[in-house]
């Protein structure tokens, strides 16, 4: 259930607009230029990463909240997986990024290459762009990513395709089982809580509180063909709803031993 009051309170509204959005907007600025800067020489992206992770966690902090990672042993499990993730704010990609310890290549909505500094980034950091629209086109970065799965290079995605509407999973669609099916990968459900509320879809004001990330149990794919695509997608779903259902229980308990607060 959402916790964010509906008006904003004025001083919320009033915060975000005189203060948040400038510094936010400078900090991404400053963060992509140097991002395309570097990736001239940074053939690895690994600098490009760690700008990225600079950049995310200076948002999740000028947002003013606190992020808590839960079940961060599984994110060390395998070298190489596909990170699959409900969608609820356009900050969800920088909580993702200041959790998520070591180099990925996310798949987004090619709708976001044309945004300045952002779009650029994404375009010169390697990350790969998918057209739902256009089944030919999505099938084609699918291969993409395949070949990156391959390669060595873990993926995240965001199976629903798009930002929630009220904060309730959305139907998902298969690439991300197809992704981890076929490079024969493990694929890894999250669970992003709080963020909705930081920042829902169709507003501009953020809310700040107690952001989670809940990293569940990664499912094997060893074996499986990509007729049970289907199969894998209901069973990715019910993994991050039950996430949810678990980070709600925690969510006025004490972190326990497995959770970790990220510093930011």
């Known amino acids: 259930m959402s916790q964010r009051p509906n008006p ?3 001083l919320h509204r009033w915060r975000t607009n005189l203060i948040q959005i400038p510094v936010l907007t400078l900090v991404t600025v400053i963060c992509g230029s140097l991002a395309i800067l570097v990736s001239f020489v940074d053939k690895r992206g690994r600098v490009q990463h760690q700008i990225a992770r600079i950049w995310a966690r200076a948002l999740v902090l000028g947002s003013c909240c606190s992020l808590t990672v839960r079940g ?3 994110l060390r499990k395998y070298p190489v997986a596909v990170y699959a993730s409900n969608h609820t704010s356009y900050m969800d990609t920088p909580v993702i990024f200041a959790a998520l310890p070591f180099q990925f290549r996310i798949l987004a909505r090619k709708e976001l290459w044309p945004i300045a500094f952002i779009g650029w980034y994404l375009d010169r950091s390697g990350q790969i762009p998918i057209d739902t629209a256009n089944p030919r086109a999505s099938i084609s970065s699918l291969g993409v990513g395949v070949k990156a799965l391959r390669s060595g290079m873990p993926l ?3 199976p629903e395709g798009g930002r ?3 904060g309730e999973l959305r139907p ?3 690439g991300a089982a197809y992704l981890a099916i076929r490079a024969q990968v493990p ?3 999250i669970a992003l809580s709080g963020v909705y509320d930081l920042l829902p879809i169709h507003t501009r004001h953020l809310f700040p509180g107690e952001l989670t990330l809940s990293v569940g149990e990664p499912i094997v794919t060893t074996g499986m063909t990509p007729r049970q695509t289907d199969e894998l997608t209901v069973q990715l779903r019910s993994a991050i709803e039950g996430l949810l259902k678990t980070s709600g229980t925690a ?3 004490t972190v326990e031993e497995s959770a970790i607060r990220v510093q930011v």
């Open 187 to 189: 694929l890894v459900p």
């Open 72 to 74: 961060a042993e599984n």
């Open 251 to 253: 969510a006025n308990e």
């Open 8 to 10: 904003l309170p004025r």
């Open 172 to 174: 998902f669609l298969s």
């Open 164 to 166: 929630t509407s009220d």
């Open 156 to 158: 995240f995605v965001f």
